[in-house]
């Protein structure tokens, strides 16, 4: 598996939870309340979303990038924000009700490094 397919994989398993809290804020009527709860719990819709119109354009961003470089540029990217969200608070986004923390980018780099380090295992063997 390529570099840039790792990350993107990463960054698909790391947003899921976040786009499912997004679509809740967005639900605004009871009946569609209703609905996107449905969609929103069996994860359908978020990795829908993720899939047709996030994909694409982390693929066309990615593409621009070395595919040696992937690792430690999506790692120092990730410290940076770590960094930032760590002087200057959570990065949030209001119109959907979504605050990303310190936390939620560790999680994020959690995830890039066992990933990156599972394949690179699958690599030696």
């Known amino acids: 598996m390529k570099n840039s397919e790792i990350l993107i994989n990463s960054i698909s398993e790391w947003s899921t939870p ?14 569609m309340f209703s ?8 994860e359908w819709l978020s990795k829908s979303i993720m899939n047709y119109l996030g994909l694409p354009f982390l ?25 930032k969200r760590t ?25 890039c490094e066992s990933n990156f380090s599972l394949y690179r295992e699958d690599k030696k063997e």
């Open 87 to 111: 002087k200057d608070g959570k990065l949030a986004i209001p119109a959907i009700g979504i605050a990303l923390n310190t936390d939620a980018f560790r999680e994020l780099k959690e995830i």
């Open 59 to 83: 693929k066309q961003m990615i593409e621009k990038i070395p595919e040696d470089s992937i690792p430690d540029f999506c790692m120092n990217l990730i410290d940076g924000m770590i960094d």
């Open 35 to 42: 609905i996107v709860q449905n969609l929103i719990s069996t």
């Open 18 to 31: 976040i786009i499912q809290k997004a679509m809740q804020g967005l639900s605004g009527n009871d009946m």
